[in-house]
């Protein structure tokens, strides 16, 4: 079946430094990956999506480029902020109808002054 | 204002009663699901539901079933909680089923059976 992994359940780092979330999944589909903010008692929000191989993608200062190659699709920003304390979850969507999403684990951001 | 509302937003349960957990949305979306956020667990998918009527169990269905009889609400029923399905429960839903699809979610149920 599909799936995700995401190595890293908790990422602490101070303001201003880069940080990098991976992300790698396994389908027998051509999928679409998504990453999805949640912060504390609030809903999960999409930050991100991307099916097309090797194009950047970018919102709200975070990016990823999906990788077919190497199954990856990690998530990226050059310089955190407070404000990006969150859970991040990567979740795949198989390219057929209707399967629901397929979430990894989730990483823990926590930023620091 | 495009929303997914849950209600209610915490709930405490005696092992053995009966749960109803409701959502509604306001944007005519097809397809709602319904997923339970354990730690360490991630975002499970319990039910999906692409239409009135017309719904599908997801990767962890057992103890759980639902009800769709108006495109815009999406119930999940526990019948006899047990004390394993404490958890926060999330609604979401889409315009339609496909792939590229945004989910969006409700902020959630925190169920506690005791």
């Known amino acids: 079946g599909d799936s995700v992994t995401q190595t890293e359940g908790l990422v602490t780092l101070t303001k201003g430094l880069p940080v990098m979330l991976n992300c790698t999944y396994q389908?027998?589909?051509?999928?679409?990956l998504f990453w999805y903010v949640q912060h504390l008692n609030e809903a999960p929000k999409l930050l991100l999506k991307s099916s097309t191989d090797n194009k950047r993608t970018e919102h709200q200062g975070f990016y990823a480029t999906l990788h077919k190659s190497s199954s990856s699709f990690h998530l990226q920003k050059s310089s955190v902020q407070l404000s990006d304390s969150a859970l991040y979850f990567c979740?795949?969507?198989?390219?057929?109808?209707?399967?629901?999403?397929?979430f990894g684990l989730g990483t823990r951001v926590s930023v620091f002054p | 204002d495009m929303k997914v509302t849950q209600m209610p937003r915490y709930l405490i349960k005696r092992m053995g009663e009966n749960v109803l957990l409701e959502c509604g949305q306001d944007?005519?979306?097809?397809?709602m699901y319904w997923y339970r956020q354990d730690p360490g667990l991630g975002l499970q998918l319990i039910y999906i539901?692409?239409?009135?009527?017309?719904?599908s169990e997801g990767d962890i269905p057992k103890g759980y079933r639902v009800s769709r009889k108006k495109r815009e609400h999406f119930s999940l029923i526990l019948d006899s909680a047990k004390t394993n399905q404490t958890s926060v429960y999330f609604c979401?839903?889409?315009?339609?089923?496909?792939?590229?699809?945004?989910?969006?979610f409700g902020k959630g149920t925190r169920l506690t059976v005791v």
């Open positions: 979740a795949l969507s198989p390219n057929n109808y209707a399967q629901g999403l397929t």
């Open positions: 979401a839903s889409s315009f339609s089923g496909t792939s590229n699809t945004e989910v969006f």
């Open positions: 389908t027998t589909y051509s999928p679409f």
């Open positions: 539901s692409y239409d009135v009527d017309s719904n």
């Open positions: 944007m005519s979306h097809e397809t």
